[in-house]
């Protein structure tokens, strides 16, 4: 995993994805985490080193939205264990599963809110005349499942996932004249994900130049990974606390018994000496102190 495309990549997503501003926050403390511990395939971190400066029921809200979009993955490890968190690489692949995921949701909750509507109006046994003959037209006139009103529902699917919303009007009379030719909703939908993926927000074209020129079609040459910088001094402290932070759980796990313990640091530091395990649960200064 790279930190800067993850970065870049979240940060051109993150406005479609209808992040909260605590769960965008909370996403960058953990990424700098991972970046901290060389991408480790998960981490243990402490909840009031993770959460930072928001509150625990807005850290609670902001990491269910999170994985409910499916950018991390959480699992409680017990109340006196840290719980174990992973973040997913952002690939072309999952990118588009999470629009996907986004699609879908937005779709189930439009049904169910029509649901909740029918179900509330035959329910009701004095219901106007008028108003049953109001509904009884408007059944009559929606269109067929191939029809004009489909193609206008597909193109909002897609409109709603444009980054640069303007020209809507016209981006609909091309998105129909496309449909028409044979272009397929899926295409479109794979070319706004490549450009979210490999283009700077800055130059996003308006919705109306990008659906009338076709531009799915656009292809992207991948860009030469940067260079992985030296870790900074706050990624250098994170590692180094998260790094205390095992070797105290598994110390404590264990009664604190090092011995037991280190076949668990082991697992996430291979390299680590018992001296040096030792001298965290131990430190030098306040051996002999009572």
């Known amino acids: 995993m790279n930190y800067m495309n993850q970065l870049n990549?979240?940060?051109?997503i993150e406005q479609v994805l209808n992040l909260t501003p605590s769960a965008s926050y909370l996403y960058m403390r953990m990424l700098n985490i991972y970046n901290g511990l060389h991408w480790?395939?998960?981490?243990t971190p402490a909840e009031n080193f993770v959460k930072g400066n928001l509150k625990h029921g807005a850290f609670v809200k902001a990491r269910k939205l999170l994985i409910n979009k499916g950018l991390i993955e959480y699992k409680s490890r017990g109340a006196n264990r840290?719980?174990?968190?992973?973040?997913?690489?952002?690939?072309?692949?999952?990118?588009?599963?999470?629009?996907?995921?986004?699609?879908?949701?937005?779709?189930d909750c439009t049904s169910d809110h029509s649901s909740d509507r029918k179900s509330d109006h035959s329910s009701d046994p004095y219901k106007r005349r008028d108003e049953t003959n109001k509904e009884k037209n408007k059944e009559k006139a929606a269109p067929n499942k191939n029809g004009a009103g489909s193609l206008e529902v597909n193109f909002n699917k897609l409109w709603k996932l444009y980054p640069s919303k303007k020209g809507r009007k016209k981006a609909l009379e091309s998105y129909k004249r496309s449909i028409k030719k044979g272009v397929t909703n899926k295409e479109i939908q794979d070319g706004i994900v490549a450009l979210i993926k490999?283009?700077?927000?800055?130059?996003?074209?308006?919705?109306?130049?990008?659906?009338?020129?076709?531009?799915?079609?656009?292809?992207?040459?991948?860009?030469?990974p940067p260079r992985v910088s030296e870790p900074s001094d706050f990624e250098k402290s994170v590692a180094r606390q998260q790094k205390r932070d095992l070797i105290y759980n598994a110390y404590s796990k264990y009664g604190n018994d090092l011995d037991k313990a280190m076949s668990d640091i082991k697992q996430t530091y291979p390299d680590i000496?018992?001296?040096?395990?030792?001298?965290?649960?131990?430190?030098?200064?306040?051996?002999g102190v009572q």
Do not use: M
């Open 198 to 224: 490999h283009t700077d927000p800055k130059f996003y074209p308006n919705g109306s130049t990008w659906f009338n020129g076709e531009r799915w079609t656009d292809s992207y040459d991948s860009p030469e």
């Open 40 to 43: 480790a395939k998960s981490i």
């Open 82 to 107: 840290s719980a174990r968190y992973e973040i997913f690489e952002l690939t072309d692949e999952r990118v588009q599963s999470l629009f996907d995921h986004s699609s879908d949701h937005t779709r």
């Open 9 to 12: 990549t979240f940060w051109r």
């Open 273 to 287: 000496t018992y001296e040096e395990a030792d001298a965290v649960v131990n430190p030098p200064e306040l051996r």
